[in-house]
């Protein structure tokens, strides 16, 4: 594994969505590591993770609590939260606990991409 290349966990648990997800990160020179739980990501090497794409509501544990787990473990990992039941409660909790974007599903291609840029930079897609 390329460690200068940035790694996007994708934290899913629909199959179509976490696959699209991974096709789009690869498209911009990103390697991605998926997850279908937020369970799953917390059990995994975080170490080379350069950011998280996490959706709201998964069996488990949800996108807020994974966050504020990671929160509560000192973490500084840039967190994207995407849901398709946003409400403004969700919105403020999950900004303010330092999500860098709270996207709405269906969120556009272009709208992921905006957010990874404010994080990593210029990407090549």
């Given at each position: 594994?390329?460690?200068?290349?940035?790694?996007?966990?994708?934290?899913?648990?629909?199959?179509?969505?976490?696959?699209?997800?991974?096709?789009?990160?690869?498209?911009?020179?990103?390697?991605?590591?998926?997850?279908?739980?937020?369970?799953?990501?917390?059990?995994a090497?975080?170490?080379?993770?350069?950011?998280?794409?996490?959706?709201?509501?998964?069996?488990?544990?949800?996108?807020?609590?994974?966050?504020?787990?990671?929160?509560?473990?000192?973490?500084?990992?840039?967190?994207?939260?995407?849901?398709a039941?946003?409400?403004?409660?969700?919105?403020?909790r999950a900004?303010?606990?330092?999500?860098?974007?709270?996207?709405?599903?269906?969120?556009?291609?272009?709208?992921?991409?905006?957010?990874?840029?404010?994080?990593?930079?210029?990407?090549?897609?």
């Amino acid at each position: 594994m390329n460690l200068k290349v940035p790694l996007v966990a994708i934290v899913e648990d629909d199959e179509l969505l976490l696959s699209a997800t991974a096709s789009l990160i690869r498209s911009l020179g990103l390697m991605s590591a998926p997850f279908r739980s937020a369970l799953d990501f917390l059990e995994a090497p975080q170490e080379a993770v350069g950011c998280i794409i996490s959706d709201l509501h998964m069996p488990g544990m949800t996108g807020l609590e994974l966050q504020e787990t990671l929160n509560a473990q000192g973490s500084q990992i840039p967190f994207i939260l995407v849901t398709a039941y946003a409400t403004e409660q969700t919105r403020s909790r999950a900004l303010a606990n330092g999500a860098h974007c709270f996207l709405e599903k269906p969120c556009t291609a272009d709208a992921l991409v905006e957010c990874l840029e404010r994080i990593f930079g210029p990407l090549d897609g």
